[in-house]
C-alpha cells in the first residue's frame, strides 16, 4: 500500500486569503500544490488534495479529509503577508522536539537550500510553531508552509514568476519525498 500525502492549498473561493502586488494566495497555494502533486507522481505514493478547484473549505474539514483518509503526511501550503520577507514553516506547539518536527525540519532545510538561492530568506528563525487549526486537529505528523510574502514587492515578483514556482514546488515534492521515505 503507497503512504498517502495530503497537500492542503489554503483557502479558496470566497477566501482570497491574502492578497497584493496583483497576485492571490488562493490561486499560488493551489498552483504550487498541483505542480508538487506531479512532481511526485514518480514516487509509490498516493497523493490527494483537500481542495483541487477554486473553492471554499472549512479548517477542520481540510484536516478531517486527511483524517479520513489516514494520511501519513499533511502540508498546508501558504502565502504569507504582514510587510515581512522570506520563508518560515509551522509545526504544531506541542509537536516541538518530536518526530513532527524532526520531518519538518527535513522539508523545511531541502526548501531553504533552494530558496537561499535564490535570495531568499527564513523568516525570524524560520522553523516556527503555532496552534493553527489545521495542526492541531490532524491525526498525522502536519506543516504548514508559508512561502514569501505577497504584500512585499521583491518576494511577489519572485511568486509571479513561473519558474520560480516550479522550482519551489519541486523542492517541496523532494522535499516531502524525504519526509515519506521515498528517496
Ligand atoms: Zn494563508
Given at each position: 500500500m503507497?503512504?498517502?500525502?495530503?497537500?492542503?492549498?489554503g483557502h479558496g473561493g470566497e477566501d482570497p486569503g491574502a492578497v497584493g502586488n496583483n497576485l492571490k494566495e488562493k490561486d499560488l497555494t493551489l498552483k504550487l500544490a498541483k505542480i508538487c502533486a506531479e512532481k511526485l507522481a514518480s514516487y509509490d505514493l498516493n497523493v490527494k488534495f483537500t481542495r483541487e478547484n477554486d473553492r471554499y473549505v472549512t479548517l477542520y474539514e481540510r484536516a478531517n479529509i486527511a483524517n479520513r483518509l489516514h494520511a501519513d503526511?499533511?502540508?498546508s501550503i501558504h502565502i504569507n503577508a504582514g510587510g515581512g520577507t522570506g520563508f518560515e514553516s509551522y509545526v504544531h506547539?506541542?509537536?516541538v522536539g518530536k518526530?513532527?518536527?524532526?520531518?519538518?525540519?527535513?522539508?523545511h532545510n531541502q526548501i531553504m537550500a533552494y530558496l537561499k538561492k535564490k535570495g531568499v530568506k527564513e523568516?525570524?528563525?524560520?522553523?516556527k510553531?503555532?496552534?493553527?487549526?489545521?495542526?492541531?486537529t490532524t491525526a498525522m505528523p502536519a506543516v504548514l508552509l508559508e512561502c514569501l510574502f505577497i504584500d512585499t514587492p521583491a518576494?511577489?515578483?519572485?511568486?509571479?514568476?513561473?519558474s520560480f514556482l516550479h522550482g519551489l514546488a519541486n523542492e517541496i515534492a523532494y522535499g516531502l519525498a524525504r519526509v515519506l521515505n521515498l528517496v
Open positions: 503507497p503512504k498517502i500525502l495530503v497537500l492542503d492549498p503526511y499533511f502540508c506547539s506541542t509537536a518526530h513532527t518536527d524532526e520531518l519538518r525540519a527535513i522539508l523568516h525570524g528563525q524560520g522553523k510553531a503555532a496552534n493553527f487549526a489545521v495542526l492541531r518576494d511577489a515578483e519572485k511568486l509571479a514568476d513561473e
